[in-house]
Nanobody
Framework: QVQLVESGGGLVQPGGSLRLSCAAS????????MAWFRQGPEKERESVAA????????YYADSVRGRFTISRDLAKNTLYLQMNSLKPEDTAIYYC???????????????WGQGTQVTVAS
């Protein structure tokens, strides 16, 4: 019954920025660890960033650390991923996930959105 809906993807030039959103329903948002994963062409799904249920702990993949920021808005039941200084290698489908381990693999997460496409190209 958990529903996660991503939005905010699109085409952006290298060096540009995007802000992804994940609207959550059907769960007590404030009690779930949340994360962003991505899967590029011919690549495995990888963890991008995660945030604890209490927002006190975060995780960032080495490849995005310093460029991406994960946050959550409890009042809106929404997870965000601010992506700056985007690179072509960031091109992927980005998925919102809930219920797993901060910094953990995809298999630790219980609920998933359908994904939003991010394409970084000139």
């Amino acid at each position: 019954q958990v529903q996660l809906v991503e939005s905010g993807g699109g085409l952006v030039q290298p060096g540009g920025s995007l802000r992804l959103s994940c609207a959550a329903s059907g769960l007590t948002f404030s009690y779930y660890n949340m994360a962003w994963f991505r899967q590029g062409p011919e690549k495995e799904r990888e963890s991008v960033a995660a945030i604890a249920w209490n927002s006190e702990n975060t995780y960032y993949a080495d490849s995005v650390r310093g460029r991406f920021t994960i946050s959550r808005d409890l009042a809106k039941n929404t997870l965000y991923l601010q992506m700056n200084s985007l690179k072509p290698e960031d091109t992927a489908i980005y998925y919102c996930a809930a219920g797993g381990r901060v910094g953990g693999a995809a298999a630790t997460y219980d609920s998933w959105g359908q994904g939003t496409q991010v394409t970084v190209a000139s």
